[in-house]
Protein backbone atom coordinates (compact mmCIF):
# COMPACT_ATOMS: atom_id res chain seq x y z
CA UNK A 1 0.00 0.00 0.00
CA UNK A 2 1.01 3.06 -0.76
CA UNK A 3 2.18 5.65 1.92
CA UNK A 4 -0.23 8.93 2.29
CA UNK A 5 0.84 12.12 1.72
CA UNK A 6 -1.78 13.82 3.88
CA UNK A 7 -5.03 12.82 6.13
CA UNK A 8 -8.55 13.96 5.79
CA UNK A 9 -10.89 13.22 8.15
CA UNK A 10 -14.93 13.06 8.22
CA UNK A 11 -16.43 13.67 11.41
CA UNK A 12 -20.23 13.81 12.44
CA UNK A 13 -23.54 11.95 14.15
CA UNK A 14 -24.68 9.03 12.68
CA UNK A 15 -26.87 9.25 9.55
CA UNK A 16 -25.64 12.12 7.90
CA UNK A 17 -24.28 10.50 5.31
CA UNK A 18 -20.53 10.16 5.89
CA UNK A 19 -20.21 6.80 4.54
CA UNK A 20 -22.27 7.40 1.21
CA UNK A 21 -20.13 10.67 0.85
CA UNK A 22 -17.15 9.12 0.26
CA UNK A 23 -18.91 5.99 -1.74
CA UNK A 24 -19.83 8.54 -3.69
CA UNK A 25 -16.65 10.36 -4.47
CA UNK A 26 -14.51 7.43 -4.79
CA UNK A 27 -16.60 5.04 -6.30
CA UNK A 28 -18.80 7.44 -8.40
CA UNK A 29 -22.12 6.04 -7.13
CA UNK A 30 -24.43 6.03 -4.13
CA UNK A 31 -25.43 2.78 -2.08
CA UNK A 32 -27.25 2.81 1.03
CA UNK A 33 -24.98 1.79 3.53
CA UNK A 34 -24.87 0.51 7.83
CA UNK A 35 -23.44 2.65 10.41
CA UNK A 36 -19.31 2.38 10.09
CA UNK A 37 -17.99 0.67 13.25
CA UNK A 38 -14.83 2.49 14.71
CA UNK A 39 -13.13 3.65 11.10
CA UNK A 40 -12.62 3.06 7.45
CA UNK A 41 -9.94 3.69 5.58
CA UNK A 42 -9.94 5.22 1.86
CA UNK A 43 -6.58 6.62 -0.33
CA UNK A 44 -7.14 8.78 -3.30
CA UNK A 45 -4.53 9.05 -5.83
CA UNK A 46 -5.19 12.87 -6.52
CA UNK A 47 -2.27 13.93 -8.92
CA UNK A 48 1.03 12.61 -7.70
CA UNK A 49 -0.17 12.90 -4.56
CA UNK A 50 -1.80 9.93 -2.36
CA UNK A 51 -4.25 11.25 0.31
CA UNK A 52 -5.73 9.18 3.12
CA UNK A 53 -9.88 10.27 3.82
CA UNK A 54 -10.80 8.57 7.47
CA UNK A 55 -14.55 7.64 7.72
CA UNK A 56 -15.46 7.96 11.34
CA UNK A 57 -18.69 6.22 13.09
CA UNK A 58 -20.76 8.69 14.81
CA UNK A 59 -22.41 6.13 17.20
CA UNK A 60 -21.85 7.54 21.08
CA UNK A 61 -19.94 4.48 21.86
CA UNK A 62 -17.35 5.02 19.27
CA UNK A 63 -17.04 8.64 19.84
CA UNK A 64 -13.80 8.42 21.85
CA UNK A 65 -12.02 7.06 18.98
CA UNK A 66 -12.83 9.79 17.11
CA UNK A 67 -9.34 11.91 18.61
CA UNK A 68 -7.38 9.49 17.37
CA UNK A 69 -8.43 8.91 13.83
CA UNK A 70 -7.89 12.94 13.61
CA UNK A 71 -4.29 13.03 15.10
CA UNK A 72 -2.09 14.47 12.50
CA UNK A 73 -5.22 15.53 9.98
CA UNK A 74 -4.63 18.30 7.56
CA UNK A 75 -8.35 18.66 6.57
CA UNK A 76 -11.55 17.79 8.90
CA UNK A 77 -14.71 17.69 7.28
CA UNK A 78 -17.02 18.24 9.41
CA UNK A 79 -20.47 16.74 8.22
CA UNK A 80 -24.67 17.10 9.26
CA UNK A 81 -27.80 16.44 7.80
CA UNK A 82 -29.95 19.69 6.16
CA UNK A 83 -33.37 18.18 7.05
CA UNK A 84 -31.81 18.10 11.06
CA UNK A 85 -31.02 21.11 13.00
CA UNK A 86 -29.52 18.79 15.98
CA UNK A 87 -27.10 17.10 13.98
CA UNK A 88 -25.93 20.20 13.13
CA UNK A 89 -25.61 21.12 16.84
CA UNK A 90 -23.81 17.75 18.04
CA UNK A 91 -21.06 19.09 15.39
CA UNK A 92 -20.21 21.81 18.36
CA UNK A 93 -21.25 19.59 21.13
CA UNK A 94 -19.65 16.45 20.72
CA UNK A 95 -17.30 16.30 17.88
CA UNK A 96 -15.69 20.11 17.85
CA UNK A 97 -13.42 18.96 20.71
CA UNK A 98 -12.28 15.51 19.11
CA UNK A 99 -10.15 17.77 16.10
CA UNK A 100 -7.95 19.39 19.28
CA UNK A 101 -5.12 16.49 18.02
CA UNK A 102 -5.34 17.73 14.69
CA UNK A 103 -2.61 19.62 12.99
CA UNK A 104 -2.13 23.16 14.01
CA UNK A 105 -2.85 24.39 10.46
CA UNK A 106 -6.20 22.20 10.10
CA UNK A 107 -8.66 23.03 7.51
CA UNK A 108 -12.29 23.17 8.67
CA UNK A 109 -15.44 22.53 5.94
CA UNK A 110 -18.52 22.53 6.97
CA UNK A 111 -20.87 20.01 5.25
CA UNK A 112 -24.76 19.61 4.78
CA UNK A 113 -25.75 16.78 3.40
CA UNK A 114 -29.13 15.51 2.33
CA UNK A 115 -29.42 18.66 0.07
CA UNK A 116 -31.95 16.75 -2.26
CA UNK A 117 -34.68 16.03 0.24
CA UNK A 118 -34.95 20.50 0.37
CA UNK A 119 -33.52 21.65 -3.09
CA UNK A 120 -34.64 20.89 -6.65
CA UNK A 121 -31.47 21.96 -7.78
CA UNK A 122 -29.37 19.14 -5.64
CA UNK A 123 -31.74 16.66 -7.32
CA UNK A 124 -29.91 16.74 -10.55
CA UNK A 125 -27.13 14.57 -11.05
CA UNK A 126 -24.56 16.73 -12.00
CA UNK A 127 -21.82 14.94 -14.26
CA UNK A 128 -22.58 12.44 -17.00
CA UNK A 129 -19.77 9.77 -15.23
CA UNK A 130 -21.67 9.65 -12.02
CA UNK A 131 -24.34 6.96 -12.07
CA UNK A 132 -27.76 8.03 -11.19
CA UNK A 133 -29.98 7.51 -8.05
CA UNK A 134 -33.34 6.63 -7.78
CA UNK A 135 -34.89 9.81 -5.83
CA UNK A 136 -37.64 9.33 -3.29
CA UNK A 137 -39.63 12.28 -4.57
CA UNK A 138 -40.17 13.56 -1.02
CA UNK A 139 -39.16 17.02 0.21
CA UNK A 140 -38.82 17.67 3.85
CA UNK A 141 -38.46 21.00 5.63
CA UNK A 142 -34.63 22.51 5.55
CA UNK A 143 -34.08 22.81 9.50
CA UNK A 144 -30.51 24.42 8.78
CA UNK A 145 -30.01 27.41 7.30
CA UNK A 146 -26.55 28.78 5.65
CA UNK A 147 -26.87 31.50 7.65
CA UNK A 148 -26.40 28.92 10.54
CA UNK A 149 -23.92 26.79 9.15
CA UNK A 150 -21.96 30.22 8.65
CA UNK A 151 -22.03 31.37 12.06
CA UNK A 152 -21.10 27.71 13.59
CA UNK A 153 -18.42 27.85 11.04
CA UNK A 154 -17.03 31.20 12.91
CA UNK A 155 -17.20 29.67 16.30
CA UNK A 156 -15.56 26.80 14.62
CA UNK A 157 -12.77 29.51 14.27
CA UNK A 158 -12.70 31.21 17.09
CA UNK A 159 -12.48 27.89 19.08
CA UNK A 160 -9.29 27.31 17.14
CA UNK A 161 -8.41 30.57 18.16
CA UNK A 162 -8.14 31.60 14.41
CA UNK A 163 -9.09 35.05 13.40
CA UNK A 164 -11.36 35.17 11.07
CA UNK A 165 -9.98 37.84 8.68
CA UNK A 166 -7.19 35.94 8.32
CA UNK A 167 -8.78 32.68 7.82
CA UNK A 168 -10.87 31.18 4.98
CA UNK A 169 -14.70 32.78 4.39
CA UNK A 170 -17.77 30.79 5.28
CA UNK A 171 -18.61 30.85 1.80
CA UNK A 172 -15.95 28.79 0.78
CA UNK A 173 -15.69 26.09 3.78
CA UNK A 174 -19.38 25.69 3.95
CA UNK A 175 -20.97 23.26 1.37
CA UNK A 176 -24.02 21.69 1.19
CA UNK A 177 -24.47 18.37 -0.61
CA UNK A 178 -26.28 15.35 -1.90
CA UNK A 179 -24.72 11.72 -1.86
CA UNK A 180 -27.60 10.52 -3.33
CA UNK A 181 -27.31 12.68 -6.56
CA UNK A 182 -23.71 13.90 -6.37
CA UNK A 183 -24.46 17.38 -6.01
CA UNK A 184 -21.38 19.57 -4.73
CA UNK A 185 -19.67 16.09 -3.66
CA UNK A 186 -16.71 16.80 -6.18
CA UNK A 187 -16.91 20.63 -5.07
CA UNK A 188 -16.24 20.24 -2.00
CA UNK A 189 -13.44 17.10 -2.06
CA UNK A 190 -11.53 19.24 -5.02
CA UNK A 191 -11.23 22.57 -3.31
CA UNK A 192 -10.17 20.66 0.09
CA UNK A 193 -7.35 19.24 -1.88
CA UNK A 194 -6.45 22.62 -3.00
CA UNK A 195 -6.20 23.59 0.22
CA UNK A 196 -4.26 20.88 1.82
CA UNK A 197 -1.78 21.04 -1.16
CA UNK A 198 0.89 23.53 0.94
CA UNK A 199 0.65 21.00 4.11
CA UNK A 200 1.49 17.98 1.64
CA UNK A 201 4.45 20.23 0.42
CA UNK A 202 5.76 20.87 3.42
CA UNK A 203 5.47 17.61 4.76
CA UNK A 204 7.70 16.19 2.16
CA UNK A 205 10.46 18.53 2.24
CA UNK A 206 10.36 18.05 6.24
CA UNK A 207 11.26 14.47 4.69
CA UNK A 208 13.89 15.37 2.49
CA UNK A 209 15.79 17.14 5.07
CA UNK A 210 15.15 15.42 8.34
CA UNK A 211 18.53 13.82 8.61
CA UNK A 212 19.98 10.54 8.18
CA UNK A 213 21.73 8.32 10.58
CA UNK A 214 24.68 5.80 9.37
CA UNK A 215 23.99 2.83 12.14
CA UNK A 216 27.37 1.37 11.28
CA UNK A 217 28.95 4.53 11.94
CA UNK A 218 27.50 4.91 14.92
CA UNK A 219 27.82 1.38 15.84
CA UNK A 220 31.86 1.74 15.12
CA UNK A 221 34.21 -0.80 12.79
CA UNK A 222 36.65 -3.25 13.40
CA UNK A 223 36.62 -6.83 15.21
CA UNK A 224 36.15 -5.59 19.02
CA UNK A 225 32.59 -3.84 17.80
CA UNK A 226 32.17 -7.63 16.10
CA UNK A 227 32.82 -9.07 19.32
CA UNK A 228 30.58 -6.77 21.49
CA UNK A 229 27.70 -7.60 18.73
CA UNK A 230 27.92 -11.32 18.98
CA UNK A 231 27.72 -10.96 22.61
CA UNK A 232 24.88 -9.33 22.67
CA UNK A 233 21.46 -11.35 22.06
Given at each position: ?112 NKADLTDPK ?35 LRYKGLEEKSSLPAE ?62
Amino acid sequence: MKKPDVKVVLLGDMNVGKTSLLHRYTERKFKDTVSTVGGAFFLKQWGPYNISIWDTAGREQFHGLGSMYCRGAAAVILTYDVTNWQSLAELEERFLSLTDTANHDCIYALVGNKADLTDPKAQLTPNPDVAPASLSGVTLNKQVTPEEAAALYGRILRYKGLEEKSSLPAEKMCFETSAKTGYNVDALFEALFDLVLPSILRKRNENQESPTVDLEECRGGGSGNKRARSACC
